[in-house]
């Protein structure tokens, strides 16, 4: 959209801007951030295989698994095949009957569920963390914060600890109609994630090096939407990037 009517929508569409921009119609709660994989098997006889981030991340960080096992930050285009689970990688580096269930005849079908919500019925696991508005309805920087959870950083190295980084950034809109500072703190994306899942790939190294860092680009997934739009709170949660927004 063109500054200018973006600038007049904004207007007309008052303090909540609704109807400005187009937000995917939100899962349920306890859906939220599942995803589906089926590269290999939409071609095959097994079904989909179903992967629940809420379930996941209270035992292990983002970094786990998507910098030490290499998972991609989208769904369907990290080469997972069976014969590499089975050989200790990606999935298979926790479901190996230590860390969780492994791979044999008896649990082909717990992941190879087919459907988004076969772990609905574990979502009420969660039910004391602290809340949040949207998404899947959970607070996890309060929940990691407040000791709810105690999620692994690591699972190759014992002795790992998170590089303190604890740079606030505010960043303000490119164009000067309406005056929107957004917020990034970094301290509290490095508890969760390593700085390459977001240096250089997604964001620049330089405050102001990212181009285009518009909300109708995240709402494509780009920037801040790679995760704010599937996996942690949803772009909808205005005031969390931008507290002075009412
Ligand atoms: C236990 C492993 C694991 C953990 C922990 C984990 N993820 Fe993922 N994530 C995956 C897998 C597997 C996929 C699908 C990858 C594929 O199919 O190529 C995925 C996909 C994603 C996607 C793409 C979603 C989409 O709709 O395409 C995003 C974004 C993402 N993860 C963000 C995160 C964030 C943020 C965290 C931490 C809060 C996190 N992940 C924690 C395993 C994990
Ligand atoms: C870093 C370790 C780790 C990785 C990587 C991992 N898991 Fe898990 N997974 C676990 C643990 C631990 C549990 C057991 C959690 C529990 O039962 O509370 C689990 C549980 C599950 C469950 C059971 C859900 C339910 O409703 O009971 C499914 C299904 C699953 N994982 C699928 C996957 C798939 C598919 C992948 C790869 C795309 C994957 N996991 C990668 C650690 C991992
Ligand atoms: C821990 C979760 C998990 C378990 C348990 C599991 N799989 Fe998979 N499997 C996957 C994932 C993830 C993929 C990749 C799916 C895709 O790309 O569509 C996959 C892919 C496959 C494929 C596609 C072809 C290929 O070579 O990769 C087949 C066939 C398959 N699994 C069979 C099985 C059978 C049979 C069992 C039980 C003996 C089983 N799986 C157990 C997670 C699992
Ligand atoms: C995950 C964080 C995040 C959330 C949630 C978020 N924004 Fe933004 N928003 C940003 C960032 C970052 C920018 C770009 C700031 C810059 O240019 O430096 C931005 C820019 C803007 C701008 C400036 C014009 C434009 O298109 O870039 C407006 C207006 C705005 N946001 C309103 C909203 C509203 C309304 C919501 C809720 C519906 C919202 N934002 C949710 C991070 C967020
Ligand atoms: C969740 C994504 C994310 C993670 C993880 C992350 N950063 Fe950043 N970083 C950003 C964003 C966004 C900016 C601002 C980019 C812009 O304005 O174009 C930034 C900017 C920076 C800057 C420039 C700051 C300035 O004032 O110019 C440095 C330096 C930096 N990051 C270092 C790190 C380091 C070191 C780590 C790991 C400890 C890290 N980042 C982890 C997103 C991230
Ligand atoms: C690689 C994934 C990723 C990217 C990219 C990312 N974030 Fe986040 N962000 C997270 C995760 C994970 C959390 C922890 C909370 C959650 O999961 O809901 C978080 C938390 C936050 C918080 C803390 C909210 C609070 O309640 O204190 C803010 C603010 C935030 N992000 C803003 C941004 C902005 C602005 C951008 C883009 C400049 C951005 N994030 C990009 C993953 C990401």
């Known amino acids: 959209m063109h500054s200018a009517v973006l600038y007049l929508a904004i207007l007309m569409a008052g303090s909540n801007f609704d109807g400005v921009w187009k937000f995917p119609p939100p899962p349920p709660p306890e859906q939220y951030g599942n995803v589906l994989i089926t590269r290999l098997t939409s071609k095959s006889t097994h079904p989909p295989v179903a992967f629940s981030h809420w379930l996941h991340r209270r035992y292990f960080t983002c970094r786990v698994c998507h910098f030490e096992l290499g998972f991609a930050l989208k769904t369907n285009t990290t080469e997972i095949t069976e014969a590499k689970i089975r050989k200790g990688e990606y999935c298979g580096a926790c479901h190996n009957d230590r860390v969780a269930f492994g791979v044999s005849e008896g649990t082909c079908t717990m992941c190879h569920t087919g459907k988004v919500s076969s772990s609905d019925g574990r979502f009420s696991e969660l039910k004391d963390l602290p809340k949040s508005r949207y998404g899947d309805g959970l607070n996890w920087v309060k929940a990691l914060r407040k000791n709810f959870i105690q999620p692994k950083a690591s699972i190759l190295d014992s002795k790992y600890e998170s590089i303190p980084f604890d740079k606030?950034?505010?960043?303000?809109?490119?164009?000067g109609l309406i005056k929107t500072k957004a917020i990034f703190p970094h301290a509290k994306h490095t508890e969760w994630l390593d700085c390459a899942d977001c240096h250089p790939d997604i964001f620049n190294i330089q405050k102001k090096g990212t181009r285009h860092f518009r909300m109708e680009y995240m709402l494509e997934?780009?920037?801040?939407?790679a995760c704010h739009l599937t996996v942690a709170f949803p772009l909808q949660d205005c005031k969390r990037c931008h507290p002075d927004l009412d």
């Open 221 to 225: 997934g780009k920037f801040c939407g």
């Open 168 to 175: 606030n950034l505010r960043l303000e809109p490119e164009w």
